[in-house]
């Protein structure tokens, strides 16, 4: 169901967030967070409102509820910034980016999320797929989100792939790339000599989303 803005400047402020409800959607849903975090919606005019929140990363949705019926964020347009705990998101083409601050410029990640069905959970944590068994290391992707999920009450078990396209902003001029052959293509290549070398000694996985906040960190500094 769309919310105006309008309706959500008042709804968040009288309608409490039921936490019950997140494992009753989240299986028709690719959630960022494991749960629904608090957040700050910043207006362009300058208002704000406050509610909980979470971020749907495969129909790239802000999500909420009110009165137990999910609401996604509409009229972006006139939406600024949204701070989920201590984390920035701002509207992009009616999509959002999550804005990371680097010593210089930024970086935008694009989420793009999917969830793939591994198998039934049977006894000793283990999953069965097609005739094999697979340990299951339930966790989170260095803080990012969960990359394996379970239904409360149910056995069946997914996994969550990124499918993201990233920004690297400064001087507001972006690099985009969604692989580490994109995002080298866009250095010289005395640069891609150091960046090579830093990613063999930082071990870094571009899988890992904190992984690319980190070369991109290390990319902003070289000249």
């Given amino acids: 169901m769309k919310a105006s803005i309008l309706y959500l400047l008042f709804a968040f402020i009288l309608a409490p967030i039921s936490g019950t409800v997140f494992a009753q959607e989240a299986g028709n849903r690719v959630y960022l967070f494991d749960s629904f975090k608090p957040a700050t919606v910043k207006m362009k005019n300058g208002s704000k409102a406050s509610a909980s929140f979470n971020y749907d990363g495969s129909k790239r949705e802000m999500v909420y509820y009110d ?60 999953v069965s797929h097609s005739g094999t068994v697979q340990n299951i290391n339930p966790g989170y992707l260095t803080g990012y989100l969960s990359t394996q999920h379970s239904n409360e009450g149910s056995n069946q078990v997914y996994s969550t792939v990124l499918k993201n396209t990233y920004y690297l902003v400064q001087k507001s001029k972006p690099r985009k790339f969604n692989s580490l052959k994109t995002f080298m293509s866009q250095f010289p290549e005395n640069q891609q000599t150091q960046l090579a070398d830093f990613i063999k000694n930082e071990k870094v996985d571009f899988n890992v989303p904190e992984d690319v906040a980190k070369l991109a960190g290390f990319a902003v500094t070289l000249e």
Wanted: proline share 3%.
């Fill in 67 to 126: 009165k137990e019926q999910l609401m996604v964020l509409d009229g972006l347009e006139q939406v600024d910034t949204i701070f989920i705990e201590n984390r920035k998101f701002v509207p992009f083409q009616q999509k959002f980016r999550e804005v990371v601050p680097l010593t210089e410029g930024e970086l935008q990640i694009d989420w793009s999320m999917k969830r793939i069905f591994l198998g039934k959970k049977g006894a000793f944590g283990q």
